[in-house]
């Protein structure tokens, strides 16, 4: 992932000990995924995964292996039925396969999956948000908008904005003088 840094930094880095050959990295990950014992097995297969499903589609114009990802999940899922890792990263190959419904169920599961950490739950939302608004279910897209804005401390602003957008996706004349308020508040 060094490799889609900017070159000033990948000079930096390198100076400092670090390879910025994507192809290297890559095969690495690739021959330890390979060896299924231990904990590096585990941290090589999310870094695989978060590689194909997450980084590619946000700092390039590649295409994910999705079908990597899928054997990839098959196995993990089989050995952590309830890794909430795993069952975000299926719903994001479900997601990005175009299968939206599908990756609902997934994000869910993967919300549903543990209460120890209420960030992961805000990555979810997120993506069970956008999600959403590609289906074009608007009330279910506020939902998670929603969610975001009065939960997630990360960025309120680019929340607040989402929430009223979404809201008046769903059409001016739908809403309720309530709810126009409540976009006035949220553009505020």
Known sequence: MISLLPSKIIKLLEFIGFSGSKEQGLSE?????????????????????????????????????????????????????????????????????????????????????????????????????????????WKTAEVYATKLSEQSKWSRTTYNYQRACIMLMRGYNCLSRDELNTVNQLMA
């Open 29 to 137: 990950l690739q021959s330890c995924y390979q060896v299924t014992l231990g904990l590096r097995h585990v941290l090589c297969v999310l870094t695989l995964l978060t590689y194909n499903l997450v980084v590619i589609y946000v700092f390039s114009q590649e295409e994910g292996d999705l079908e990597f990802c899928d054997i990839a999940l098959r196995q993990q899922l089989a050995l952590y039925p309830n890794g909430a890792w795993f069952l975000y990263l299926k719903g994001r190959l479900e997601f990005m396969r175009g299968n939206i419904e599908e990756a609902h169920k997934w994000y869910i599961a993967s919300v549903d999956s543990q209460n120890s950490w209420p960030q992961f739950h805000h990555i979810c939302y997120w993506e069970l948000c956008w999600a959403n608004c590609v289906a074009l279910n």
